[in-house]
């Protein structure tokens, strides 16, 4: 079954096969919104996801999060004041959707793949932008779900004036190095396969933030908004290929992965589940512990150190968004009311693979909880 098929069968939605759910963000941000809109988005996500509101023309208003799970407050925001929303859904935990009806609503449901409430999340709001590099672990790819067959047709041409032309070559080698990393998950070579990594120079270098604001380039490309093109070097980031055509060999390796997920449900919920009786697990995780979650987010003192120890288990973490948008690209956002239960969250949360708790709880179990600083004011009774 092709990608789209999956993801359409699962929302009962029209659905766009994407290079990648970044393109898919900017589609739906393009379709819905007019440029000059005000949109409410959280301050913790990946970097990119910013570049790609301002590449819309939006202005980028950010909301308060809750130190429950990392996601929108909605009851300390006015909502009269925006005129669209953007979840996160973060780690798969699911954002106050019932909070956004009458916005216009853009569901980022990267990490929501099986996330449910009453339905499917990404079926709330006028698009959901799926990934399957995250709970598939298909290394590229995204899904735009939609209702109506008409904004479909629009999308799809759309997208296909913003598509690059493909390479076999890439192609085959970002399928082989998904491949490998999912041996080296499965087979725990985690560990050398990261010093393998390092010594060839595979990782990324950067300095500081994972992707430099650069704010006089930036400046400048915000004057040629709404388009995508002039914010790629901020937006492809670690996905330089994030707009080319992909073949019928990434296709036929994202299918194969996602038909692998539903298999891997129950050892998930296994891992939510131990995961969420360690006292450092974020309390929106115990609200949600039936869900097959993407990562499960602890909170933790000390989290370097953390990660150290993790690593030499052979886990890796990743998905680390630090420092929230109000601090990263102040003048380019209109900062939160009230920045830091995002600044305590994003400075001190650890995401875990609950696919790989058992190899993590060794280490996770002598972890202590973030200092008590925790503004536990913020959170809603």
């Known amino acids: 079954m092709r990608p789209e098929s999956a993801v359409a069968e699962r929302t009962g939605r029209h659905c766009l096969l994407l290079p990648s759910n970044r393109m898919g963000l900017y589609l739906a941000l393009r379709h ?13 996500s990946a970097d990119e996801i910013l570049f790609l509101v301002l590449a819309a023309g939006l202005r980028p208003v950010i909301a308060p999060v809750s130190p429950r799970d990392g996601n929108i ?34 569901e980022d449901v990267a990490h929501a793949l099986e996330t449910t409430l009453d339905r499917p999340l990404g079926t709330y709001g006028q698009a959901g932008v799926f990934s399957l590099s995250k709970h598939p672990g298909a290394g590229s790819g995204g899904v735009l779900a939609v209702d109506s ?23 085959l080698v970002s399928v082989a190095s998904s491949m490998a990393r999912q041996a080296a998950l499965r087979l725990d070579l985690v560990r050398p396969a990261l010093k393998l990594m390092r010594m060839l120079g595979m990782e990324e270098e950067r300095e500081g933030y994972r992707i430099g604001l650069q704010s006089p380039e930036l400046a400048e490309a915000m004057r040629l908004a709404p388009a995508l093109q002039p914010f790629d070097p901020w937006v492809r980031a670690d996905l330089h290929t994030y707009r080319a055509r992909r073949g019928w060999v990434a296709r036929w390796y994202q299918s194969r992965r996602l038909a692998k997920v539903p298999g891997e449900r129950s050892r998930r919920l296994a891992g939510v589940a131990s995961l969420a009786e360690l006292p450092t697990v974020a309390d929106g995780v115990r609200s949600h ?13 000390d989290r370097d150190t953390a990660i150290a120890a993790l690593e030499r288990r052979g886990v890796a973490t990743g998905y680390l968004y630090d420092p929230p948008y109000d601090d990263y690209a102040p003048g380019f956002t209109e900062p939160s009311p009230d920045p830091e239960p995002a600044r305590w969250w994003a400075s001190n949360v650890l995401p875990v693979d609950p696919l790989y708790a058992h190899r993590a709880l060794p280490v996770l179990q002598d972890l202590m909880p973030a200092r008590s600083d925790r503004p536990e004011s913020r959170i809603p009774s």
């Open 32 to 44: 819905w919104c007019t440029p000059g809109m005000r949109l409410l988005m959280s301050p913790i």
């Open 73 to 106: 407050d909605a009851s300390r925001v006015d909502l009269s004041s925006v005129d669209a929303v953007l979840t996160t859904n973060l780690y798969g935990l699911p954002d106050d959707v019932a909070a956004f009806s009458g916005k216009i609503l853009i």
């Open 149 to 171: 067959a008409a904004d479909l047709q629009s999308l799809t041409r759309a997208r296909d004036l913003l598509l690059e032309p493909g390479a076999m070559r890439t192609e």
């Open 289 to 301: 512990v039936h869900q097959p979650l993407f990562r499960v987010p602890l909170l933790v003192h």
